[in-house]
């Protein structure tokens, strides 16, 4: 009983450091939404410029699924999505009550489910795929970026990224925009484009820089599981040993930095995804041109084509936006579902050089190539 206790606090000791900041951010984060979803006959935009208001809600409940998730008070995706897909409803009906002053909008819902359906397709492109080798690479990238974020400096860099791309990005449109004498829609729009973007950039930038600064786990060898050091573990002979603090099973490979492939391997799915994500492109315009043609002899046509031309623009926008993004998740699994076999195989013929490994001297799991020396791990027996 004793054993199973330590293991129990040794995992969730991790999972409390790693979800803290999440979890600030995310209360502060909701709080922000309500109010500013609440605020008794709250105007924003103007008819001179008029507020990205569907863009921001699509932006907003997907950036609460990400930070629900990640304070880990909830084991599992789904249970997450369902809870923001009704976050999205209830904020919207309160919002009509009477002492508010406010309407409920049908479009703001849908705009905010749609941000929702987008994030969670995200999910499902980034999530683990493969077997043990490409999981484990992806494990090792989780960890670093997992540890990265519970550093509150990093939650401020971050943050001041967004805002800067926010600020750039809604300055450079609307200039190019006031100049070409174009409306200012799309200049105020973009700014919410221009944070998220600033939010990714940032986030990518922490973690190269944390991966070149150091953030070298061989030198620690942390338990995925529980963080405790299993530098001075002994490994059988095929790599894999135990965690003392948790009995999580490793593979002395896992800790390697993340195998990288030439370009000329890296780009072999290259094609594939981006005939994928071009498919979905496609065959929502074809169903357009479709619906479009039909609706010259079918009332069900003319009908779904007035319901398209009476959203207002920016929900037109979110539409067109979520389309592109599905599409660029669904190429971003399939190049993700090619690339996985060639880090599983990386034991049988060298990633970089295609050599031979059958004859490779293997230790603890671990060899290199005889040609050009680069590290391997073999995590199975084949």
């Given at each position: ?8 606090t ?7 450091r ?5 979890r ?8 922000v ?5 609440h605020?008794p006959?709250l ?24 930070l629900?998730?990640g304070t ?10 369902l809870i923001?897909l ?6 919207e009906?309160?919002?009509a009550l009477?002492?508010?002053d406010r309407t409920?909008?049908?479009q703001d819902?849908?705009?905010g ?9 995200w999910y499902?492109a980034l ?5 043990p080798a490409?999981?484990?690479r ?6 670093v970026?997992?540890?990265l ?8 860099v971050?943050?001041?990224a967004g805002?800067?791309?926010a600020?750039v990005v809604?300055a ?10 174009a409306?200012?829609m799309?200049?105020?729009?973009i ?24 953030i070298?786990?061989e030198?620690?060898?942390p ?5 405790n ?15 003392p ?19 000329r391997?890296?780009a072999?799915?290259t ?5 994928a994500?071009?498919?979905i492109l496609?065959?929502?315009?074809a169903i357009?041109?479709l619906v479009?043609?039909?609706?010259i002899?079918?009332t069900a046509?003319?009908s779904?084509?007035?319901?398209w ?6 929900m037109?926008?979110v539409?067109d ?11 971003v ?11 599983d195989g ?7 050089c295609?050599h031979?490994?059958a004859?490779?001297v293997?230790?603890?799991?671990t060899?290199r190539?005889s040609?050009?020396?680069?590290m391997f ?6």
């Amino acid at each position: 009983m004793s054993s199973l206790r330590g293991v129990t606090t040794a995992s969730t000791e991790l999972a409390r450091r790693l979800a803290r900041p999440w979890r600030a951010v995310f209360v502060l984060w909701a709080l922000v939404v309500t109010l500013a979803t609440h605020w008794p006959r709250l105007e924003v935009g103007s008819d001179t410029f008029p507020a990205p208001d569907k863009i921001v809600h699509m932006i907003t409940f997907g950036s609460l699924v990400v930070l629900l998730r990640g304070t880990r008070w909830i084991a599992r995706l789904w249970p997450v999505g369902l809870i923001v897909l009704a976050w999205t409803v209830l904020d919207e009906l309160t919002q009509a009550l009477p002492v508010l002053d406010r309407t409920f909008s049908a479009q703001d819902v849908a705009a905010g489910q749609i941000g929702v359906a987008v994030t969670l397709a995200w999910y499902w492109a980034l999530s683990p795929i493969g077997g043990p080798a490409n999981r484990a690479r992806l494990g090792y990238r989780a960890f670093v970026v997992d540890d990265l974020l519970a550093r509150p400096g990093a939650w401020i860099v971050v943050a001041g990224a967004g805002a800067g791309g926010a600020v750039v990005v809604g300055a450079a449109t609307g200039l190019i925009a006031h100049g070409a004498g174009a409306g200012t829609m799309l200049p105020t729009s973009i700014m919410a484009g221009g944070f998220a973007g600033g939010v990714a950039a940032s986030t990518a930038a922490l973690a190269e820089a944390a991966r070149r600064r150091g953030i070298v786990l061989e030198d620690v060898r942390p338990c995925f599981a529980c963080g405790n050091p299993c530098r001075e573990v002994a490994v059988a002979g095929d790599g894999r040993g135990d965690c003392p603090a948790c009995r999580t099973s490793f593979h002395a490979g896992q800790w390697a930095p993340p195998m990288l492939l030439p370009l000329r391997v890296a780009a072999r799915g290259t094609i594939p995804a981006i005939l994928a994500g071009g498919a979905i492109l496609l065959g929502a315009l074809a169903i357009y041109g479709l619906v479009l043609g039909l609706s010259i002899h079918l009332t069900a046509a003319r009908s779904l084509l007035r319901g398209w031309h009476a959203l207002v623009p920016d929900m037109q926008l979110v539409v067109d936006m979520a389309l592109i993004a599905v599409a660029l998740a669904v190429s971003v699994r399939v190049y993700r579902h090619r690339q996985a076999p060639l880090y599983d195989g990386q034991h049988r013929r060298c990633r970089c050089c295609d050599h031979l490994l059958a004859g490779a001297v293997v230790t603890r799991g671990t060899g290199r190539c005889s040609e050009c020396g680069t590290m391997f791990a073999r995590f199975t027996d084949d």
